[in-house]
């Protein structure tokens, strides 16, 4: 596997940071009441987390590691659930359509830096501590 190349890997960093510090900066100078920035702000973590595991299901399962159908549903419904609530959100609110624009685009770039992020490590770290197949076959013989 090849690794990520260092632009590619801050890009991911920048997008990850520029996306949630944005979505959290934008609650923080909202005029709205603390139980909504609240809920905001769980949808944005529980969207991060969730992008996270379905990345590593889907890459699980393509690289041939076993993953259970339930994970790897309840990872797909985690995701979609958490773009749902943030839409059901903002179109509910009484924004204006340039801060539900601005809530939408931040948190969707913090998913892809999320994601991106994942696979970067991943891939940096794919052939980092894994032993040899036939260094741990020769090894178990002895």
């Given at each position: 596997?090849?690794?990520?190349?260092?632009?590619?890997?801050?890009?991911?960093?920048?997008a990850?940071?520029t996306?949630?510090?944005?979505?959290?900066?934008?609650?923080?100078n909202?005029?709205?009441?603390?139980?909504?920035?609240g809920?905001y702000?769980?949808?944005?973590?529980?969207?991060?987390?969730?992008?996270?595991?379905?990345?590593?299901?889907?890459?699980?399962?393509?690289?041939?590691?076993?993953?259970t159908?339930?994970?790897?549903?309840?990872s797909?419904?985690?995701?979609?659930?958490?773009?749902?609530?943030?839409?059901?959100?903002?179109?509910?609110?009484?924004?204006?359509?340039?801060?539900?624009?601005?809530?939408?685009?931040?948190?969707?770039?913090?998913?892809?830096?999320?994601?991106?992020?994942?696979?970067?490590?991943?891939?940096?770290?794919?052939?980092?501590g894994?032993?040899?197949?036939k260094?741990?076959?020769s090894e178990?013989?002895?």
């Amino acid at each position: 596997m090849k690794k990520p190349s260092n632009a590619f890997i801050a890009a991911s960093w920048v997008a990850l940071f520029t996306g949630a510090v944005s979505f959290n900066i934008g609650l923080w100078n909202a005029e709205m009441q603390s139980n909504e920035k609240g809920y905001y702000f769980t949808v944005l973590m529980y969207g991060l987390f969730s992008a996270v595991s379905l990345q590593k299901a889907v890459r699980d399962q393509l690289e041939g590691i076993p993953v259970t159908a339930i994970y790897y549903g309840i990872s797909w419904f985690s995701t979609l659930l958490a773009i749902l609530l943030l839409i059901i959100g903002l179109w509910n609110a009484p924004l204006l359509l340039s801060e539900r624009g601005f809530y939408g685009m931040s948190f969707v770039l913090a998913l892809f830096g999320a994601i991106a992020v994942q696979k970067n490590i991943r891939d940096s770290q794919s052939d980092v501590g894994l032993p040899d197949k036939k260094t741990e076959k020769s090894e178990n013989i002895y």
